[in-house]
């Protein structure tokens, strides 16, 4: 679909793979790659044959997170706002890719910290080479844990494996983060992109619809009483129970037969 210098997207059988492409810094961000990044997920969003995306890094790395010899987060100023770099580039990121209308899978194929070490928790299935590992560096450098860390941590390995996680920013590895409920599945080296897009496709060729609202219904109901969580899951299934992809489901089913869903 598009090819720019630090960000490469490619569609296939439904599967829009987009790749973080600066494999010499360890695809870690710039204001330029921000850019480039918000144009290609406009471009999956306005792309009908897009179905499902995969999100991935180049090289040895998944992503470093931010790049600090970027002048605009360069430590060259005594007035340093960090706060702006969150609100002008990750947050806006971030929901993009929370909010997309299709199922997501990020491939984590190396080494994955500060910001990258928590953007593959925007997406629905994080799947991850065995040599792959999560850093939460912010503590080496005084900071929180952004792009929804202080959100996601505690919720997917608990309080305590957090607070380490954050306080002490040592390595954890793929296996363990798979251990510990933190990343769907670790595979082998060679196995993570035939894994990922295997799944991409069966997602691809699934109810989106349905998918999507069941990743609202899940992230709702952290927040809601059990009672409310019923009642969201009654509201979902009725407009769910009225659209095409059920009707066909059904039909299948009955028909013994695969379904052919169109997310309406």
């Known amino acids: 679909m598009a090819t720019d210098e630090s960000v490469r997207l490619d569609l296939a059988d439904g599967v829009a793979t987009l790749t973080l492409n600066r494999p010499d ?20 969003v306005a792309d009908p044959a897009a179905r499902c995306l995969v999100l991935t890094g180049a ?35 971030l929901l993009r890719l929370r909010r997309l209308r299709m199922p997501t899978v990020c491939a984590v194929n190396g080494v994955a910290a500060g ?19 999560f850093i939460q560096s912010f503590s080496k450098l005084g900071l929180v844990p952004d792009c929804g860390g202080t ?16 306080l002490l920013g040592d390595k954890l590895s793929a296996a ?18 035939p894994t990922a897009t295997a799944i ?4 691809a060729a699934g109810p989106t619809r349905g998918y999507v609202r069941t990743r609202e219904a899940m ?12 009642d969201l899951e009654r509201d979902y299934q009725r407009e769910l129970g009225r659209s095409s992809d059920y ?14 869903f169109t997310g309406n």
């Open 25 to 44: 810094r360890l695809n870690s961000f710039t204001v330029a790659m921000h850019g480039e990044l918000r144009a290609a997920l406009d471009a999956v």
């Open 176 to 193: 363990q983060a798979e251990a510990w409920g933190l990343i769907w599945r670790c595979v082998d080296d060679e196995q993570l992109m």
């Open 247 to 260: 009707r066909e489901g059904v039909t299948a089913f009955m028909e013994k037969r695969a379904a052919r």
């Open 59 to 93: 090289g040895r790395g998944f992503c470093a997170g931010q790049d600090l010899a970027d002048r605009a987060v360069s430590p060259g100023s005594d007035a340093l706002d960090l706060g702006a770099s969150i609100e002008n580039y990750y947050k806006p990121m």
């Open 219 to 230: 992230e709702a109901a952290l927040g809601l009483t059990f009672e409310a969580a019923l």
């Open 200 to 203: 991409a496709r069966q997602l």
């Open 115 to 133: 910001a990258g070490a928590n953007i593959p928790f925007a997406c629905d299935l994080v799947i991850a080479a065995k040599s792959a590992s």
């Open 151 to 166: 959100w996601w941590l505690p919720r997917l390995v608990g309080p305590a494996r957090a607070m380490g996680l954050a």
